[in-house]
């Protein structure tokens, strides 16, 4: 009885990791300490400390097996070694000490969740896809309420994030119960490659279109092209080794409906909340083209011609209550870049930072002391490579990097298989979204997922999806 419970917690601690981060930001409690803003304790994070717990046992179980891999081992030691000279030279070593246990952290969840995962029977698998499922199709639903909610409540009850609000683009994009719509997007994406490979079920194809409609209301471009170079990567591995795809390509029109209904919604939303706002259709047009086109395809602005009159024109709305893009997509290129740019140049500052980093979390502070640039402490890269590569140089980016690079190797060997397709096309999906936001404690479920595809290779690709 014990032992069937201990499963039980142990299943429902993984279906939480692998396809809850929609709720990683509340509820929680900020812990916000060392400049560490983004450190906080809620119930996804005691979730995958629950994680960890229960999977002792399993460590204890297969410790000779963990032992004996020499690649397993090998990693944890170059990062391991990466991350003590961090901190022997770091400016800041107590934050830099609490960035690398981050890291460790989301490392340990990614051997729990493998070891986890390897003890389901295929009946509790089966029940993770249907977890997985519905969770997709939840999320959607909840998407479109808090959209429909923050149209007419500015700051969505406080659910809203800072960047969030719909002065930036006309429509407020929707990041749920999670830090950002970045983070909620990626937190979708395995069930949204989990209902694409599902071929013959109505629930999946339920989960595909509200999972599309709810990534397309987080307006997240990174989520966009995530799922479409990892479809288009797929479809060319597919032509090249000549297999079959065809059941992919029937699921691109519930695809293709999600995101329309979803860009529909947004629009409506918009028209709705600046009703009085001359030209807000064009204006709200021309803010979704910047940001889709990376701010590449410029569309003339409309505004209201000044009247010359001291007295106001009839009709013209006051000034908190009207909406013109101004810029946002350029001024937010523009910042990740000098951030990136930075971060570089922090790394080539010498041997040592070159292939051990500057210390995890030591950016800031770095920054300030060696290139003389007056930068927040917090100082960090929205580019998670590079975030990682300043951080811990080129061993540690070097050694996190070969895992992806492994099990898309053995998906592509696997191919035919429709379990290999979707490893493939999720693995790639997440490593293409990480070039869009650098953070740690919002790619928990991004580790827990990676470390479940490189231990259960070979013996997994046997089984459906």
């Not at 918009?270 to 940001?291: E, G, K, L």
């Not at 927040?376 to 140089?393: E, H, K, N």
Request: hydrophobic share 55%; aromatic share 14%.
């Amino acid at each position: 009885m014990a032992k069937k419970y201990i499963n039980d917690v142990r299943f429902w601690l993984l279906a939480i990791i692998i396809f809850g981060g929609g709720f990683a930001l509340h509820p929680s409690v900020s812990l916000s300490i060392l400049d560490f803003p983004s450190l906080r304790v809620g119930l996804y994070q005691i979730a995958a400390v629950s994680l960890l717990l229960f999977s002792l046992p399993l460590l204890l179980k297969k410790r000779q097996e963990l032992l004996k891999n020499r690649w397993l081992i090998g990693g944890f030691l170059a990062i391991f070694i990466a991350i003590v000279i961090g901190v022997f030279f770091a400016e800041a070593r107590l934050r830099t000490a609490l960035y690398s246990l981050s890291l460790l952290f989301l490392l340990s969840v990614g051997l729990s969740a493998s070891l986890i995962y390897s003890e389901l029977s295929k009946p509790e698998k089966r029940k993770l896809i249907n977890v997985g499922l519905w969770s997709g199709l939840v999320f959607g639903i909840l998407a479109i309420i808090q959209l429909i909610v923050a149209t007419f409540e500015p700051t969505g009850f406080g659910t809203l994030c800072a960047g969030c609000k719909a002065e930036v683009f006309g429509f407020p994009r929707i990041n749920l119960f999670a830090a950002e719509p970045q983070f909620f997007a990626n937190s979708l994406l395995p069930a949204f490659f989990l209902a694409l490979f599902q071929s013959k079920s109505r629930l999946a194809k339920f989960s595909l279109f509200f999972t599309t409609l709810a990534i397309s209301l987080t307006f997240s471009r990174g989520g966009f092209l995530a799922i479409f170079i990892a479809i288009t990567a797929l479809f060319i591995i597919a032509f090249v080794k000549r297999i079959d795809a065809s059941f992919v390509r029937k699921k691109l029109p519930i695809i293709f409906a999600g995101l329309l209904l979803g860009f529909t919604l947004l629009f409506s939303s918009a028209n709705i909340r600046y009703a009085n706002t001359p030209f807000i259709a064009h204006n709200t047009f021309v803010s979704m083209v910047d940001q889709l086109s990376l701010g590449k395809i410029k569309i003339p602005q409309k505004s209201i011609a000044k009247n010359p009159s001291p007295k106001p024109a009839e009709n013209v709305p006051s000034s908190n209550n009207s909406f013109q893009p101004a810029g946002f997509v350029e001024a937010s290129t523009n910042d990740r870049l000098g951030a990136s740019d930075l971060a570089i140049k922090s790394w080539l500052s010498s041997p040592r930072t070159f292939f051990f980093g500057v210390g995890l979390g030591n950016l800031g502070n770095f920054i300030q002391k060696h290139l003389h640039i007056n930068v927040p402490a917090d100082q960090t890269v929205y580019v998670f490579y590079i975030l990682l590569l300043s951080g811990m140089g080129i061993i540690g980016l070097f050694t996190l990097l070969i895992t992806p690079l492994i099990i898309i190797f053995f998906a592509i060997k696997n191919i035919r298989k429709i379990k290999a397709q979707f490893i493939l096309s999720l693995t790639i999906a997440m490593f293409v979204h990480f070039w869009f936001f650098g953070s740690f404690i919002n790619t928990i479920h991004c580790f827990a997922i990676i470390g479940i595809f490189l231990y259960n290779y070979p013996r997994d690709y046997a089984e459906k999806v």
